[in-house]
């Protein structure tokens, strides 16, 4: 039986009144899973026939679907081609609540490891969305999963979030602030959040929260929406923080606020609440810019078809294909902006995972489709006996990329990062 802080039980009851022992019973039972559609891949009826698996819509989330409890993401090729996160039901539910309007800019100021930025991604037409987190080990995990779900109109930032939102100051349609916090809705699926609460950690909690939420603000527009969540129930960490800055921003308006607890909903729990600064909306100005002229890529550009954007060559010899920004980014610091296209090794151009994975189809002209072995063995990382097209392509499963190859004399030798293999 799990056990959890006497004080924090004792404010739930508090909290809770008669549902107290719902949500004691949903405390000892196991953690739900879910995952979230990759609209940018594929969509619900597709994915379901691919994985073989029943996939209802989530009523937190119209583009999730509850899993079962062992349902196992590394044993399909699928998740590793992007076509869906694993992210539990509750923590889908303040994305789907948020409306953008087409070529917005966006700003997720906490976003690793991803799950909402990657939802963000999926519902943007157009635009750029900027996904910052402050800590750097946290912002590779951050650029890795937006990589693989195929997004190519992030950069993502390593700043503290007062730069960044100095830097979007009024030029953002939306600002997701998914506040670190006391992870009290975590406490079933995470044993060492339960042993770490305190009522002084919630309240340390709130002061940052309130902190990021001043920065925050700076960056909407007018009509813009920012949307603030939590995976905590603590009225300080919530209604409390919401009315903090609701009273110190005449120009924030609330639109809608909810809390889901593990016994009213398919998840662990969250909380957000939707505000929406004063104005009418005008469309941010985007810059796109002329492209770098890199001889070395273009003798490689008719192996792909791009997407739009501005192909960009670094000092350290990556080329990017950049999204259309609304302004200078002088001084933050960048993990990665855009696609990755590849390197300048000497006079050659050498692609990236990145660009074997982007968008919906592969921009690669050359693939070479897997059976379900021979994709899990090419994710191991191993090195496959199978014709195909000599050069660089894409390694496909159901139609899907799941990285690069270099095919030579009847082999296909492996480009999958090290990083990213399943375990032999």
């Not at 799950?115 to 750029?128: H, N, P």
């Not at 349609?173 to 609460?197: H, I, N, S, T, Y």
Request: hydrophobic share 45%.
């Amino acid at each position: 039986m799990r056990t959890y802080p006497e004080a924090f039980l004792t404010r739930m009851q508090g909290q809770l009144g008669a549902d107290f022992a719902a949500f004691c019973d949903a405390l000892q039972a196991p953690p739900k899973k879910a995952l979230s559609i990759n609209a940018i891949k594929t969509d619900r009826a597709a994915l379901s026939a691919l994985l073989g698996i029943p996939l209802p819509a989530l009523k937190e989330n119209p583009a999730g679907a509850p899993l079962a409890p062992d349902f196992n993401p590394n044993a399909t090729p699928l998740h590793a081609a992007g076509l869906f996160y694993m992210q539990e039901a509750a923590a889908q539910a303040p994305v789907a609540a948020l409306t953008l309007p087409d070529e917005p800019v966006v700003l997720d100021l906490c976003a690793a490891p991803g799950g909402k930025s990657a939802q963000l991604a999926a519902k943007m037409r157009g635009g750029v969305l900027f996904s910052n987190e402050i800590v750097p080990g946290r912002a590779a995990v951050l650029a890795g999963n937006l990589e693989r779900m195929g997004v190519v109109n992030a950069i993502v930032t390593n700043a503290e979030p007062k730069q960044i939102s100095a830097k979007l100051k009024g030029l953002c349609d939306a600002v997701l602030v998914d506040a670190p916090c006391a992870g009290e809705a975590m406490f079933r699926k995470d044993a060492q959040a339960a042993a770490d609460w305190s009522p002084e950690h919630v309240e340390t909690c709130a002061v940052r929260q309130r902190a990021i939420l001043g920065d925050a603000v700076n960056a909407l527009k007018p009509g813009g929406q920012l949307l603030y969540a939590t995976c905590s129930f603590s009225p300080q960490e919530n209604e409390e923080t919401v009315q903090w800055l609701l009273d110190r921003n005449p120009d924030l308006a609330l639109v809608t606020m909810r809390r889901l607890y593990p016994h009213t909903s398919a998840g662990e729990g969250q909380f957000f609440a939707l505000m929406r600064r004063a104005g009418e909306r005008v469309p941010t100005p985007l810059r796109q810019g002329k492209s770098d002229r890199i001889p070395a890529f273009d003798a490689f550009s008719d192996e792909v078809r791009l997407p739009e954007g501005r192909k960009t060559l670094l000092k350290d010899g990556r080329v990017l294909l950049l999204p259309p920004v609304p302004c200078a980014l002088d001084g933050v610091r960048l993990v990665r902006a855009g696609l990755l296209l590849g390197e300048i090794k000497g006079s050659r151009f050498e692609p990236a995972h990145a660009l074997a994975v982007a968008g919906k189809t592969t921009p690669l002209l050359k693939t070479c489709a897997l059976t379900f072995d021979e994709a899990m063995r090419y994710l191991r990382g191993e090195t496959l006996e199978k014709p195909a097209e000599k050069g660089y392509g894409a390694a496909t499963f159901a139609g899907h990329a799941l990285g690069l190859y270099k095919a030579s004399d009847g082999m296909l030798k492996n480009r999958y990062p090290k990083g990213l293999r399943l375990l032999k």
